[in-house]
């Protein structure tokens, strides 16, 4: 059985859960991260010594770090639904995958956390207010690119769509501003249909 370690309001764990759920495959989830602790444990850490969620144990195969895990997931499955077998699309999807965590998380961070985990009072909003203009410049780099595919690799959905799909998420939710991105709400809005993206990723922000 396939066990994941994460909660479920981690963008990261999302990540995972929305794959597997893409690929029908049987999994259990345990509380960890967060309130729920567990991450600082010896034998959490002998698993992950990052301390960091998500971490799956698969038949005593030990994998961390989210994007590594839904690209495992996606080869294993071994059903060719979100791994795409054209060089060109698996390089374009992994691309994308690897934008999320180098230029679009890093964006948006800021704005997530001083708007969902910060108090009020706490907030920095000179730098929020940064973090919104320069979520605003990826995603328009992405609304670009959108402007001529469907999805991120192509003209169907992909692995590439899952990191981004689930930090997108937060930007949609998120109570501000939103300049017109007609592409990336035209993507959004096609992956707002999939069962699994509404179960698992759109969910209220915390």
């Given amino acids: 059985m396939l066990v994941i370690w994460g909660r479920k309001n981690s963008i ?18 345990r ?14 850490r002998r698993m992950n010594p990052n301390g960091l969620v998500p971490t799956i144990e698969d038949d005593g195969f030990v994998l961390w770090e989210s994007n590594a895990i839904v690209r495992y997931l996606a080869r294993k499955s071994g059903k060719g639904q979100l791994l795409p ?6 390089a374009l999807a992994e691309q994308w995958m690897d934008w999320q965590v180098s230029t679009f998380w890093p964006a948006i961070r800021v704005l ?17 207010e940064a973090s919104r203009n320069g979520t605003l410049a ?3 780099i992405l609304d670009q690119w959108l402007q001529h595919h ?5 003209d169907s959905f992909s692995i590439g769509d899952i990191p981004l799909g689930a930090g997108v998420w937060r930007w949609m ?9 007609p592409n990336v709400q035209r993507w959004f809005d096609a992956l707002a249909q999939r069962t ?10 915390s």
Wanted: charged share 20%; aromatic share 8%; hydrophobic share 45%.
């Fill in 196 to 205: 699994a993206y509404k179960d698992v990723v759109m969910q209220p922000l």
């Fill in 12 to 29: 990261n764990v999302q990540k995972v859960l929305w794959c597997c759920e893409e690929l029908g495959l049987a999994y259990e989830r």
């Fill in 150 to 154: 469907a999805f991120v690799a192509g």
């Fill in 138 to 140: 990826a995603l328009r």
């Fill in 112 to 128: 997530f956390l001083g708007l969902i985990r910060t108090p009020v009072e706490q907030r920095d909003n000179a730098a929020i």
């Fill in 173 to 181: 939710a998120l109570p501000i501003e939103r300049p017109a991105l």
């Fill in 85 to 90: 077998t054209d060089a060109h699309r698996s």
């Fill in 31 to 44: 509380d960890a991260g967060g309130a729920f602790g567990v991450v600082n444990t010896p034998e959490y």
